[in-house]
């Protein structure tokens, strides 16, 4: 039986911290346009307070989590124990992206442990907090994180790797927008 919550207590931070990935859904408002379910890993999840939560945004090869929440705020973060007792955790709340040329970045940035190249920091209020059983997750033993991600990141200069964030993250796949270069003065 599923229960809720009115806010992330002792238990269920133990919980989101012992787990070594999260899964996060986004979707635009239109009825043509895409959901969005990304898997996240490393330790790039943090419990700011009962209400409040955040992760690193690492970059990949879309920008369809920031363009949905540019456009309507609305995420789900889900875990699943894939060891020990069957449960499944569901936060849903308003998310905003903070990106590497924004106000609060570095601040934000100081929740984690250093990563060399991160996009931005997804934070989210909570407004709901629900579990389920799980039943159905499968046991997974976790072997470790790839190292790919980390090593594509530093094969670029931090300058070109903002530009080539620019130039590859502007909009979504439905066409909404994605990271946009701030104005300079002139």
Request: aromatic share 10%.
């Amino acid at each position: 039986m599923s229960k809720i919550f009115k806010k992330l207590d002792d238990k269920l931070t133990a919980f989101i911290k012992a787990q070594k990935m999260f899964f996060v859904a986004t979707a635009p408002l239109g009825e043509g346009g895409h959901v969005n379910v990304s898997p996240k890993g490393y330790d790039s999840f943090a419990v700011i307070d009962p209400l409040t939560v955040a992760y690193l945004d690492l970059g990949g090869s879309g920008i369809e989590t920031l363009a949905h929440l540019k456009e309507n705020g609305r995420i789900t973060i889900m875990f699943c124990a894939f060891e020990g007792k069957a449960n499944i955790l569901r936060l849903y709340g308003r998310g905003v992206a903070v990106s590497f040329d924004d106000p609060g970045f570095d601040d934000l940035c100081k929740l984690f442990p250093p990563e060399p190249r991160v996009r931005s920091v997804i934070k989210v209020k909570i407004t709901r907090i629900a579990d389920s059983c799980g039943w159905g997750v499968p046991f997974y033993e976790f072997t470790g994180e790839r190292a790919q991600l980390r090593r594509h990141h530093q094969n670029r200069e931090l300058m070109d790797w903002h530009q080539h964030r620019y130039n590859s993250n502007a909009a979504s796949i439905d066409g909404l927008e994605g990271l946009i270069k701030p104005e300079t003065d002139p």
